[in-house]
């Protein structure tokens, strides 16, 4: 059974507009983890926000938020203000249970490719 | 600091050759990872390290071995080349904290094409 889901395979968005981007995750663990990265076409892969299960706010770094609902098993990562540079592709990550008795392993999603329209 | 670097960068084998990919981490980290990046897919776990001297298989480890000898280097072996082998190689490193922030912090990746 797929673990994190990202439904949309390709995305445009208007220069300096917000967007957002859906991942849903399926796990039994109550502890559990979830992260995005950015992967430009460069290659390299860049931590971008991180939500722990038991966090009762969303999390925000700079210009991205993550709106996790909980009861929905989703968390979508936000952009506001898009930029050029944000063209990439962005992956939804999941780590199920705590780190020292699963090792932190991550479940990755498909990706969603993200175009930014000048 | 330079993070997590790897070696190579890009490889081209032919089917059956063996080799051998190194990670090395400066952050101390106790924590690490390999994954492949096949085209249209997110990563796929192949071995991780929980420390120096452990390995444990992950959700791909069949045609690869890996071994932890020392903390700060991770290496991800293939003895026997095949074709499906073809892929973006990854390594991660993470300092394990049990907080649960930890954040797994990649390298820059090695392409490996297998004739």
């Known amino acids: 059974a797929q673990k994190i889901t990202q439904t949309q395979p390709g995305m445009f968005v208007q220069e300096k507009e917000a967007v957002t981007l859906d991942c849903t995750y399926d796990?039994?663990?109550?502890?559990?983890?979830l992260f995005w990265y950015k992967q430009p076409s460069s290659g390299e892969m860049i931590f971008l926000i991180y939500?722990?299960?038991?966090?009762?706010q969303n999390a925000t770094e700079g210009r991205y938020s993550l709106n996790f609902q909980k009861a929905r098993k989703s968390a979508n990562l936000v952009i506001s203000a898009s930029q050029l540079g944000d063209s990439a592709m962005y992956f939804c990550?999941?780590?199920?249970?705590?780190?020292?008795?699963?090792?932190?392993?991550?479940?990755f999603g498909q990706g969603t490719e993200l175009s930014v329209k000048p | 600091n330079a993070g997590v670097t790897q070696t190579p960068k890009f490889r081209v084998l032919k089917t059956g050759q063996s080799m051998t990919l190194l990670c090395a981490q400066d952050?101390?980290?106790?924590?690490m990872y390999w994954y492949r990046q096949d085209p249209g897919m997110g990563l796929r776990l192949i071995h991780y390290?929980?420390?120096?001297?452990?390995?444990a298989k992950g959700e791909v480890p069949d045609g690869y071995n890996v071994s932890r000898l020392k903390k700060q280097n991770f290496l991800l072996g293939l003895e026997s080349a095949a074709p499906s082998q073809t892929s973006v190689y990854f390594c991660?490193?993470?300092?394990?904290?049990?907080?649960?922030?930890?954040?797994?912090?990649f390298g820059p990746g090695t392409r490996l094409t297998v004739l």
């Open positions: 796990t039994s663990d109550q502890s559990y983890g």
């Open positions: 991660a490193s993470s300092s394990g904290t049990s907080d649960g922030t930890d954040t797994q912090y």
């Open positions: 990550a999941m780590r199920e249970g705590m780190i020292y008795n699963q090792g932190g392993k991550l479940i």
């Open positions: 939500q722990g299960s038991y966090d009762e």
């Open positions: 390290s929980v420390g120096e001297g452990t390995t």
């Open positions: 952050m101390n980290h106790e924590y």
